[in-house]
């Protein structure tokens, strides 16, 4: 099991003795972890630009583990959650897989399943956060376009001609080489396939069809 400096473990429990259990056991595999006693008081000091996974306490009196992710879930926040719970709850567990939970552990926690599933959310969290910058990347792009150039962008990701093109918009074909080029050299990309897979990724859906029966008559 390897660590990572720069991921933060928060613990959210508000039993004293867990949260200094927990504490000890992963500062000692070389884990940064943050303790919070409420999840008022975590909620209150997340910071969701920060890597890392939440360790929950299922039941607590202010807010529960499971409302806890609701309400992380609702702010924006891909925190990877795990759950711990003293007692072995099978609709909770259903509820909070459902949810996304990385996993859902009963006390006393067993430390090797509970690296593991740390493990795990280490390896989540590196994707999801490389994948929001790719999107970030991609939209980024995209603004740098020209309105024309975007509605180009949006006919040749479904597949047209550069004739079909230029009869949908009412210019000359020459003209729509030109768009495409300058539009293909912004987004970075060479090829159609990427473009289609950068197009997806950021959203953009096709024009309506019947450009396509406008461009045959």
């Known amino acids: 099991m390897t660590s990572d400096s720069s991921f933060v473990v928060f613990l959210v429990d508000d039993d ?10 992963l500062r000692s595999k070389g884990h940064e972890v943050r ?19 939440a360790i929950l306490d299922v039941s607590m009196p202010d807010l529960d583990g499971l409302k806890l992710q609701a309400a992380l879930t609702a702010s924006g926040a891909e925190r990877p959650v795990i759950f711990v719970t003293g007692v ?4 909770a567990t259903v509820r909070a897989m459902k949810a996304g939970a990385i996993d859902f552990l009963t006390k006393p926690v067993n430390s090797r399943e509970l690296l593991a599933a740390i493990q ?17 990347l991609i939209n980024s792009r995209i603004s740098a376009l020209t309105p024309r150039e975007r509605e180009v ?8 001609l550069n004739k079909q093109i230029a009869a949908a918009l009412g210019i000359v074909e020459k003209t729509i080489k030109l768009h495409r080029g300058r539009m293909m050299r912004k987004m970075g990309v060479r090829t159609i396939a990427d473009l289609v897979r950068m197009a997806e990724r950021a959203g953009i859906k096709p ?9 045959r008559t």
């Open 207 to 215: 024009p309506h069809k019947e450009f396509d029966r406008t461009s």
């Open 153 to 160: 962008l949006t006919h040749v990701v479904a597949g047209r």
């Open 16 to 25: 004293p003795g867990v949260l200094k259990a927990l504490q000890r056991l």
């Open 88 to 91: 072995g709850d099978i609709p």
């Open 120 to 136: 795990r959310a280490m390896e989540i969290d590196l994707k999801s956060r490389e994948s929001q910058k790719d999107l970030e």
């Open 35 to 53: 303790a919070f006693a409420s999840s008022t008081e975590f909620l209150a000091q997340h910071d969701t630009s920060v890597r890392g996974c």
